[in-house]
């Protein structure tokens, strides 16, 4: 799922990636929101606000958007300059150190929250949208830019394509395809939904201690993926002996 890269990976490792993290990305966008009032796992909504308070002479308003634009800016900018340091120095870490990152970035939010988070409410989104941006960034260089968990609209809008075709491309390698493509749209945006389901519903009763749940479908990510792909090694090694 996180290991697979290249010539080896195949629909299914972007299914379990996609699914894994688009639940976690609705878990964060819905506890942005109902912690902060922001929406934490895009960007294009801020660009609006930004340009209203630009509008309505409202600067502080307009410079705060601006800087969730570039958290998320920053999140993408570190995750992979994380992967291609970590590429060159320990090589088989190099999926699993954005992964720890977010992990720790949920951490300091729900250490920050602890205090207060009418107090805080714009160093929450900044961190949010920061580990949002490191996952999108993450999780498109490790799937080459097939799956997108952070944000819906450019999924609909595949999606609507896709299901177009599947009318016109009657091949039975294009409708596999394309048959693929599907589910894999279907499941981000269940995920996500889902995500966002269980999150709104934990947060009305453990706050912003409900990331802590993301945390853990992180570490259970990461582990299953390492512990599979050891498996998948050790069985190819057995069968060439």
């Known amino acids: ?11 299914i490792h972007n299914l379990k990636l996609a699914s894994l993290l688009s639940f976690v990305a609705g878990i964060v966008n819905v506890t942005g929101f109902f912690a902060v009032q922001v929406l934490t796992t895009n960007v294009t909504g801020h660009f609006a606000y930004f340009a209203e308070g630009m509008a309505r002479k409202n600067f502080t ?14 999140g993408a900018f570190i995750s992979n300059f994380t992967v291609e340091v970590t590429e060159r120095v320990a090589k088989r870490y190099v999926n699993a150190a954005p992964v720890f990152a977010e992990i720790a970035l949920l951490l300091i939010v729900i ?10 409410q714009h160093l929450i989104a900044l961190l949010l949208l920061f580990a949002m941006g490191l996952q999108n960034a993450m999780v498109t260089r490790i799937s080459n830019a ?4 952070t944000h819906l609209t450019g999924l609909f809008t595949d999606l609507g394509i896709e299901l177009s075709q599947l009318f016109f491309y009657r091949k039975e390698e294009q ?10 749209r279907f499941a981000v945006i269940g995920f996500f939904f ?3 389901i269980i999150g709104g519903m934990g947060y009305m009763k453990y706050h912003i201690e409900i990331l802590y749940l993301a945390i853990f479908v992180l570490f259970i990510g990461i582990i299953y993926s390492n512990v599979r792909y050891r498996y998948l090694l050790l069985r190819k090694s057995i069968g060439d002996h």
């Open 1 to 11: 799922m996180f290991r697979h890269r290249g010539r080896s990976r195949r629909m």
């Open 194 to 196: 889902l995500g966002c």
């Open 111 to 120: 250490l920050v929250g602890a205090r207060g988070v009418q107090q805080d």
């Open 61 to 74: 308003s307009a410079w705060y958007f601006l800087a969730y634009v570039l958290a998320f800016l920053a």
């Open 146 to 149: 097939v799956v997108r968990t």
């Open 175 to 184: 409708q596999r395809k394309l048959t693929a493509s599907v589910k894999l």
